[in-house]
């Protein structure tokens, strides 16, 4: 059922007499006084049906200044919608159409209860339903009894932006998904019990799951590129090397530290050696052999970034000593002996070059003799050789001075699960930051969208699933976006409207209405007047006012919709530079016979950076008139040899 119209008594902060047009579909017309209640329908003669795609049932912007209410009002409408946090006592009435019918609810007569609503209408049936409000069962929520929840109707909303307000929810409210950045940083850290350190790290890793199940879909199965945005088809793993201070090794238990050492220097010699090959690959232009070697010199950044991991996260849980490791002085010598192959006394320069099998094997001793490892029933050594199989069969790798592995989205999720069974041997948050995952070749502007797809798609997919009864799916979602285009290049906002209905249009069996808060004239540009509610703020109350010009946003110039939708009455261009107008005005006031030439040089120098071409000559011709005679005819002078020189080049 589209949502129509919105009225309000007092509602949230700052919202009196409330009244809202959220579809042009219809016009209406409500008053209220207490004493009686008239509301007349018509239809509107201009309405366009299917103006946004046959999926959309209608799309309404929302736009004003800074503090204009715009997100209090989308918060208003979910309380109504969803009953999340549902105002009690609260006269409102809220109006729907199902195709044939106007259904109006409304809560008048909890409180007026011989108030009646006069309706006018021509050619539309409509269909009045009081609301009865109870206090729900669960402390602290509140849910209307009947009228309010329009049949078969979801929730998602959307919002980029960490605002960390009204977190985490009390309870999770009945037909409505939050896909906000701020709600999902909460609910990621709970859906895994982390503590609070670990929120940001987990956030970025379910914000790649939800975009790899997105993409894995089957509704997006076949769709190579939504427009521009051409969906991801590798994933970039990295192995993050762990900083293990100079503190940490002075901690290091003398066989331990020993050890350290050891690995860390045969470490840079095995390099070398990869190094070497690479070099020498490239010299003979051999392909195959320089893709081995890089895979080969990735897995060695990989184990010692493992190995560094392991020291550092070990020194965060237990005393370094060398009896915490299980290591003595004979393990040392057995370990330089026939796993290096070293005497005990050694120089770093003097250390043979170890081949990169001799290194891992090197690795594996070390890792083997690890009760903590063993007493957690993780196989180190048996995961890393899983690893390092799935480098050799499936990774691409083009980077030299890191363990960075290019995979298809399976296999890299399969990686990382490897990765992550070794760190959960550390119960600290240092644990989580052994790997970390992205998308290859996306562009900022991309990864937003990407992203903004996923989570919608997260959000549906919450509301429907496997276990979901066919008579149950919704067959109208309510898709409340507020800011979406935040942080994004002008360029894709230009693109936003045309991509994010394209990309509604997969979801089948499923409209959408979409309620849209912004602050993008370009955006504007492509919704008609008629599908935007106008915000401003007067005397601390926010109200809804009506388009004061006959301006029509649609496909209409950006300077002219910075001016008249967002109301800058102060002009379009920056404070910093109306400031440095204002002083070179007060200067061109105060030239005079006796301003010097070097001081009007100076002063049409800046008057020079101004890009508005009326307004800078304006200024320098006010320049001239006013300065000496000498100095004006001079300026002129200059002024013609210029524009010879110009034609003389266009010649």
Not at 8 to 27: A, C, G, I, M, T
Not at 69 to 93: A, M, V
Request: with cysteine.
């Amino acid at each position: 059922m589209e949502l129509l119209y919105y009225w309000s008594e007092e509602d949230y902060p700052n919202f009196k007499n409330l009244k809202v047009h959220l579809s042009n579909r219809f016009l209406f017309d409500f008053s209220f006084d207490r004493q009686k209640a008239e509301l007349k329908i018509n239809k509107n003669p201009k309405f366009t049906p299917n103006f946004f795609g046959k999926h959309i049932t209608n799309l309404t912007a929302i736009v004003g200044k800074n503090g204009a209410g715009k997100t209090n009002l989308l918060y208003s409408l979910i309380s109504k919608l969803t009953g999340y946090d549902y105002p009690i006592g609260i006269n409102y009435l809220i109006a729907f159409w199902d195709g044939s019918i106007i259904s109006i609810s409304h809560t008048l007569n909890n409180r007026y209860k011989d108030l009646s609503i006069n309706v006018s209408t021509k050619d539309v049936q409509v269909q009045i339903t009081p609301i009865v409000e109870e206090v729900g069962d669960i402390i602290g929520t509140q849910f209307p009894v009947n009228g309010i929840r329009a049949a078969k109707t979801e929730v998602i909303y959307f919002n980029p932006i960490y605002d960390f307000r009204d977190y985490p929810y009390r309870i999770e409210p009945r037909n409505f998904t939050d896909v906000s950045s701020t709600y999902l940083l909460w609910k990621d850290k709970e859906i895994v019990n982390a503590e609070e350190d670990d929120m940001a790290a987990i956030h970025r890793y379910k914000e790649i799951e939800r975009q790899f199940q997105m993409t894995q879909s089957q509704f997006l199965k076949n769709v190579v590129e939504i427009d521009d945005i051409s969906l991801p088809d590798k994933i970039l793993v990295k192995i993050l090397p762990t900083n293990v201070t100079p503190s940490i090794v002075r901690n290091l238990g003398f066989e331990l530290g020993d050890i350290y050492k050891l690995i860390s220097d045969y470490g840079s010699k095995t390099l070398q050696v990869c190094n070497d090959l690479i070099r020498k690959n490239r010299a003979e232009k051999n392909k195959k052999g320089l893709e081995k070697t890089l895979k080969e010199k990735a897995k060695i950044w990989l184990l010692i970034n493992f190995f560094n991991h392991f020291i550092y996260c070990f020194s965060r849980e237990y005393d370094l000593h060398d009896n915490s490791l299980k290591i003595s002085k004979k393990d040392i010598e057995f370990f330089k002996k026939n796993t290096l192959n070293i005497s005990t006394d050694h120089k770093k320069e003097d250390l043979p070059r170890m081949e990169i099998n001799e290194f891992h094997k090197a690795i594996s001793q070390f890792f083997k003799k690890q009760a903590h490892i063993r007493t957690s029933n993780l196989d180190i050594n048996a995961n890393i050789s899983q690893l390092f199989q799935l480098i050799d069969e499936y990774a691409f790798v083009d980077e030299e001075n890191s363990a960075e592995f290019n995979f298809d989205f399976n296999v890299g999720f399969k990686f990382l699960g490897i990765c992550d069974r070794y760190a959960k041997v550390f119960n600290i948050k240092d644990a989580s930051s052994i790997s970390r995952i992205t998308w290859r070749n996306l562009s900022s502007g991309e990864m937003g969208f990407l992203n903004l797809f996923a989570r919608i798609f997260h959000g549906y997919k919450q509301l429907v699933n496997e276990d979901t009864e066919a008579d149950k799916y919704p067959n109208l979602i309510y898709l409340i976006i507020d800011e979406g285009e935040h942080s994004f290049h002008p360029r894709w906002q230009k693109s936003f409207i045309k991509i994010i209905t394209k990309y509604l249009s997969y979801f089948k069996g499923v409209q959408f209405q979409i309620f849209l808060a912004s602050h993008s004239p370009i955006i504007l540009s492509d919704i008609p007047s008629s599908n935007v509610v106008y915000l401003q703020k007067s005397n601390g109350q926010s109200s809804v006012v009506d388009n004061t010009t006959e301006q029509e946003s649609f496909a209409s110039n950006i300077h002219v919709l910075f001016k008249n939708t967002f109301f800058m009455d102060e002009g379009v261009i920056g404070d910093f530079a109306q400031k440095k107008i204002d002083e070179i005005y007060e200067k061109v006031d105060l030239v005079n016979s006796n301003t010097s030439y070097e001081d009007v040089q100076l002063l049409l120098n800046e008057i020079d950076i101004i890009g508005e071409p009326i307004l800078k000559n304006t200024f320098k011709e006010k320049v001239i008139s006013n300065a000496d005679n000498a100095i004006s005819i001079a300026l002129l002078e200059q002024e013609l040899e210029r524009l010879k020189k110009k034609r003389g080049d266009n010649e």
